[in-house]
């Protein structure tokens, strides 16, 4: 588990040769950019986001054509273009049509008239009003003479002359616009003409998705070149980037630099600065980067919590399905997708994880004798095996909180540790005390032990004493301790607390086989109770009862065991948050070049 260390580099070079000096460096992929230039750069035609917007639209189309299988043709910008125009002529053409229909319905209470020149009423203006009958007689008080113009069952419709908007008005104004009802339906029926001409284009461009699809790869690298292009700094006859680069990387770009004949520099991160973070594992544990980087990305001078999240992850799941019947279950389903899942990357990865989190609910399965919530012989093979039982309560409750407070003392060493000899490091540790100590003291109450309790109570209080000296090390004796009495006062409830999340291991296993035995017993009472047409009835009660059961467990696992991770653990193991390392890179699978 590792953080990759980063140097920042300066690229400079002739303009003239930006362009490759570019497509080389995004062909090595090993940069991650840093903007030298807040100057907009004009929306690419092949932008990563708008090819697949483009290709969205296409295939959103109610009636698409054939698919063209050849490229004779075929160009995907052009395609792309073509369909994003389309898109916003059709956005704006549907606005426009659904203004002009409530225009219309407002209008068509008043009927078919048209307001004569402005030149001829003299300054003049007609100020349009719809009024209950009940509220008729407050128009009495206006100066302006006023007409009642139509009546309908609820409402009457008055039109008020006046050379301004009248101001105190016993009703709010109509605002029907200057343009005739007859205007808008004629232009109304030349909207809807466009919009069958543009959907018409549409579904004949629709015949491209295949193609379209199968070059996002070539699109999405042209925008990225074309948004690196517009981060540089210019300076005629020169351009400079800077960048973040892995430090095993600095060998092949600087034989890079000195064959293309630019310039390059580079040197370690300041101290002020924020390098973005590279997280590299072994094959096994990249999906736990999945993991973490699921809700954060640690800071650069933090740690890599991967391997960690991964192992935990991992116990957690196979806890709250405590069954390796249903753990043989999803073993089954992950070798039906096994080929496919390895088509891709991230298929692979967690492939990974999946192949980890069967091993894991069946091994745990085993060890607490959960097979379909059928009870085992203690003298049979897979009776003899079983070494915990999840229905003891006393036992699942304390080894719930002896793994919370494991992994929450581990998160505190973990952050100590990536302090080195800094005096800030003796915080952390001492929260790591406190939590081992305070379980140390519950054991002790347990075991009634006098001498485990003394030594808890005695960890307690250097821990403590470490929190409060040092959870602010850089400030004033007096300011230090303020920061660590705040620290522990409001840190210790959550320590509490998160300990205590733990017991949901306990709780969701115990659900998982309660429901497991709960089924069985009732297709057993039906069974029993209607002979002959009652196996049938049972065997959907298993079937249906038990899908469910798993279905559930399944969410709960995932929903949980990453919980107690993201929330619980990373929460007193990384407390910096960073950002990602973005390779400038080209994407795998590009066909069709411009």
Not at 52 to 76: I, M, S
Not at 255 to 275: N, Q, V
Not at 278 to 301: I, K
Request: net charge negative; hydrophobic share 45%; glycine share 10%.
């Amino acid at each position: 588990m590792s953080i990759v260390p980063l140097e920042k580099i300066t690229v400079v070079g002739l303009i003239e040769d930006k362009q490759k000096i570019l497509t080389d460096l995004q062909e090595l992929g090993c940069l991650h950019l840093i903007p030298l230039s807040s100057r907009e750069v004009p929306d690419p035609v092949g932008s990563t986001s708008h090819a697949r917007e483009a290709l969205r639209f296409l295939l959103e189309c109610p009636e698409r054509r054939r698919q063209a299988t050849q490229d004779k043709g075929f160009d995907p910008l052009e395609v792309e273009h073509r369909a994003l125009d389309l898109q916003a002529r059709l956005v704006r053409l549907r606005d426009e049509r659904d203004h002009l229909a409530g225009r219309i319905d407002d209008l068509e209470i008043w009927g078919s008239f048209e307001l004569p020149p402005e030149e001829e009423m003299d300054g003049w203006r007609l100020w349009f009003y719809v009024v209950a009958h009940a509220d008729l007689e407050r128009f009495d008080s206006v100066e302006h003479p006023w007409e009642v113009v139509h009546r309908d069952a609820h409402s009457a419709f008055v039109v008020v002359v006046a050379r301004g908007e009248p101001e105190d008005m016993p009703a709010p104004r109509m605002h029907l616009g200057a343009r005739p009802r007859a205007h808008l339906e004629a232009r109304l029926d030349e909207v809807e003409l466009e919009i069958d001409r543009v959907q018409a284009e549409r579904r004949s461009l629709s015949r491209w998705c295949l193609l379209l699809a199968r070059n996002l790869d070539v699109l999405e690298d042209r925008e990225t070149l074309e948004a690196a292009s517009g981060e540089t700094a210019d300076e005629a006859p020169l351009f400079g980037l800077q960048a973040w680069a892995p430090v095993a990387e600095l060998p092949e770009l600087r034989a890079h630099a000195t064959a293309a004949g630019i310039l390059l520099e580079h040197r370690p991160p300041e101290p002020d600065e924020e390098p973005p973070t590279l997280l590299r594992n072994g094959s096994t544990l990249e999906s736990g980067e999945d993991l973490v980087t699921f809700y954060m990305t640690p800071g650069y001078r933090t740690w890599d919590p991967s391997s960690i999240v991964f192992v935990s992850f991992v116990v957690f799941f196979a806890m709250i399905f405590s069954d390796a019947g249903y753990g043989a279950l999803l073993g089954v389903v992950l070798l039906a997708f096994w080929r496919r899942l390895g088509e891709s990357t991230t298929g692979r990865r967690m492939r990974t994880l999946s192949g980890w989190l069967v091993l894991g609910t069946i091994g745990y399965g085993v060890l607490v004798g959960g097979y379909f919530g059928i009870p085992l012989s203690p003298d049979g093979f897979l009776g003899r095996l079983k070494i915990l039982d999840p229905f003891d309560a006393s036992t699942m409750m304390a080894l719930s909180v002896v793994i919370g407070v494991t992994h929450l003392a581990l998160a505190n060493v973990m952050d100590a540790w990536r302090m080195g000899r800094r005096s800030g490091a003796l915080a952390p540790l001492g929260w790591a005390v406190l939590m081992v100590a305070g379980l140390a003291v519950a054991v002790g109450v347990a075991v009634e032990s006098d001498a485990v309790g003394t030594l808890g109570y005695g960890g307690m209080a250097g821990g403590a004493l470490l929190v409060l000296l040092f959870s602010d090390a850089d400030a004033t004796p007096l300011a230090r301790l303020g920061a660590g009495l705040l620290a522990l006062v409001s840190r210790s409830t959550n320590a509490f607390g998160d300990v205590l999340s733990y017991l949901r291991l306990f709780a969701l296993g115990i659900a998982t086989g309660s429901l497991a035995v709960a089924f069985n017993g009732m297709a057993g009472d039906l069974r029993e109770s209607l002979p002959g047409i009652g196996l049938l009835f049972a065997a959907l009660i298993l079937i249906v009862g038990h899908g469910v059961n798993l279905l559930l467990a399944v969410m709960s696992g995932l929903v949980h065991g990453l919980r107690l991770n993201v929330i619980e653990f990373l929460k007193w193991g990384v407390p910096e948050e960073g950002n990602a390392y973005r390779a400038f890179r080209r994407k795998e699978g590009s066909i069709w070049t411009p």
